[in-house]
């Protein structure tokens, strides 16, 4: 089954830092693109990150640049997002999907940016 | 950045009922490779997004038939021929053609 499974809930402060993971198994994990999407309270999605299969290319919203990092772990079947710099409107629940057509989602992880 | 525009971002519908969503792009989503990458989701409370139509028309497996995606250029439509209850959600169109990747602002349906 094709599964991909992010990391638990989180409560940050503003200006911190967080890792978020995702680990994926049931596919070959070093064929896809994969990407980060989230959803702010309220509001719809938006597409945060995309990497490459090889990790070559990455590609970000501007809200987010320089910022957050998107990474990959194709020996782990993992994929990463490392977000610096938190604010306050990063919170959002978080998904990791696989290809560039999104065909599948995890669960989602909560991110919680607050003092 | 290309701006997905989609009307209504509220859809009331009878169940039985058909309803469609319209989803505009501010421009052209033929990508140079010929394909257009314009893709729907359905979010259900609670859920996660779920991919139901890709490249315009192309229904994902499992979705039912009554889901029907159509349009060209900068124009699509979502069609549900007949409303159930389990279609209740938000649906978003998603460009895939240009960088970065864009969202509608989602349509809210749900049953009269």
């Known amino acids: 089954e094709v599964q991909l499974v992010e990391s638990g809930e989180t409560l940050v402060q503003p200006g911190g830092s967080l890792r978020l993971s995702c680990a994926a198994s049931g596919f070959t994990f070093s064929n896809y693109w994969m990407s980060w999407v989230r959803r702010a309270p309220g509001k719809g999605l938006e597409w945060v990150a995309n990497?490459?299969?090889?990790?070559?290319?990455?590609y970000y919203v501007d809200s987010v640049k320089g910022r957050f990092t998107i990474s990959r772990d194709n020996a782990k079947n993992s994929l990463y997002l490392q977000m610096n710099s938190l604010r306050a409107e990063d919170t959002a629940v978080y998904y990791c999907?696989?290809?560039?057509?999104?065909?599948?989602w995890g669960k989602g992880t909560t991110v919680t940016v607050s003092s | 950045d290309v701006v997905m525009t989609q009307s209504p971002l509220s859809l009331p519908v009878t169940l039985g009922q058909p309803a469609s969503i319209s989803c505009r792009s501010s421009q052209s989503l033929v990508h140079s490779d010929g394909n257009t990458y314009l893709h729907w989701f359905q979010q259900r409370p609670g859920q996660s997004p779920r991919r139901l139509i890709y490249r315009v028309s192309n229904r994902d497996s499992g979705v039912p038939d009554r889901f029907s995606g159509s349009g060209s250029g900068t124009d699509f439509t979502l069609k549900i021929s007949r409303v159930e209850a389990e279609d209740v959600g938000v649906y978003y169109c998603i460009q895939g053609t240009h960088w970065p990747y864009t969202f509608g602002q989602g349509t809210k349906l749900d049953i009269k």
């Open positions: 990497i490459k299969p090889d990790g070559s290319e990455k």
């Open positions: 999907a696989r290809g560039m057509s999104l065909a599948v």
